[in-house]
């Protein structure tokens, strides 16, 4: 009898933590269109509020918040009830989709030579994990990890392993005389100021077309893939371009998202991430037609290591592709995804899968 009741008391606190999340995010994401909202105009009209929320409710979903869908349609001024909202997404679909108990552990930078074995990724110099420093597999002691800095004449980046979302922590540098250029620091001192679980990769060589959208930042396609009983699908790619004189291409830091559609070619406009439409780049490169390199290699890998995961039945993947034309992966995010850059860019996330991710979303509890 006590087994049982203490069986009981486990299940309603962890029922409890759920729901506490569940809210938590709610509110967190509520808050966050409210801000992106609050120096636009309202366009939805009554009519269409109504629709939205009609939609909705047949799928379990009530009281839905229709700001984003405004968001949206006052951006890109394309109407649709079928936009999903951030609150939704994170709170009920993207937890039910994928199991967070395998994350962050499988999201570490530092496993993915690991994991993806087969596929291209950018040259890695150095690793530590755990506070351990590896090179090739091996485990090496502090001086001989700084040596392989020292003598490293490439540039190279440096980030957090296991979280580096919109760019923090993302550092370019390259060393001289056991120093390096960014902020004057010595190799050991900006090492030991990432502590441990970090990694250091020289930058790509990225190909020219995708170096025309912006020369100073790596400008990688962003692919969100579906896995269900049929196997895998796309859903949605974007190409994100940095500002000018950024390295990094994150929409959070200045960035603009493009839509790429099923051929490879650039739409015609850009987003920033609070809505404003752009037809050219920082430095002023046209969008429209742009040819994205490799674009059948990106989906197809895409496909294929999406596969290897089938913890995460919705992935976000950041693919470069080198100067040879080679599709690089950079990292892929399964929590915490922005959908936001793709539905400014694409339109409605799931397509053609709305109403089957919508349904097994509602089934939360």
């Known amino acids: 009898m006590l087994v049982m009741v203490k069986s009981f008391i486990i299940k309603s606190l962890l029922n409890i933590k759920d729901i506490a999340y569940y809210y938590k995010l709610k509110f967190q994401y ?29 799928s379990g979903y009530n009281n839905v918040s229709t700001s984003w869908h405004d968001f ?18 994170h709170a009920t679909i993207s937890k039910k989709l994928n199991q967070m108990r395998q994350w962050p552990s499988l999201l570490d930078k530092n496993l993915l030579g690991l994991m993806f074995k087969d596929y291209h990724q950018p040259e ?4 530590n994990m755990n506070g351990f420093y590896f090179i090739e597999g091996e485990i090496v002691s502090e001086s001989i990890a700084f040596e392989s800095i020292f003598s490293e004449t490439r540039q190279m980046v440096i980030k957090p392993s296991i979280d580096s979302g919109c760019g923090h922590g993302i550092v370019l540098f390259s060393t001289n005389d056991g120093f390096t250029n960014y902020n004057g620091l010595s190799v050991k001192d900006l090492l030991c100021n990432y502590g441990k ?11 020219e077309a995708l170096k025309s959208l912006n020369p100073s930042s790596l400008n990688t396609l962003r ?38 559609d099923e051929y490879g070619k650039l739409k015609k406009y850009g987003y920033l991430n609070d809505g404003t439409e752009r037809s050219k780049t920082d430095i002023g490169t046209l ?14 890998k895409v496909k294929k290591m999406h596969l290897l995961i089938p913890y995460f039945r ?3 993947w950041d693919i470069g592709v080198d ?12 929590y915490h995804q922005d959908i936001t850059i793709h539905q400014l860019a694409n339109g409605p996330l799931f397509g053609a899968f709305t109403d089957e991710i919508l349904n097994i979303g509602s089934k939360q509890y």
């Open 30 to 58: 509520r808050n966050e269109i409210n801000k992106k909202i609050k120096n636009k105009p309202k366009k939805l009209n009554k009519q269409q509020i109504t629709k939205i929320k009609r939609f909705y409710s047949k």
């Open 323 to 334: 100067s040879t034309g080679i599709p690089i992966l950079i990292e892929y995010n399964t």
């Open 72 to 89: 949206y349609y006052s951006s890109n001024n394309v109407f649709s009830v079928e936009y999903v909202p951030e609150d939704i997404f």
């Open 314 to 316: 919705i992935v976000s």
């Open 287 to 300: 969008l429209e037609g742009l040819k994205v390199p490799s674009y059948n290699k990106v989906i197809d």
């Open 124 to 127: 890695v110099v150095l690793r």
């Open 223 to 260: 692919v969100l893939s579906y896995l269900n009983k049929n196997g895998v699908y796309v859903l949605s790619t974007i190409v994100r371009v940095g500002k000018k004189g950024s390295f990094t291409d994150n929409c959070a830091t200045g960035g603009i998202a493009c839509g790429v």
């Open 197 to 207: 679980d970090f990694i250091v990769q020289v930058v790509v060589n990225q190909n």
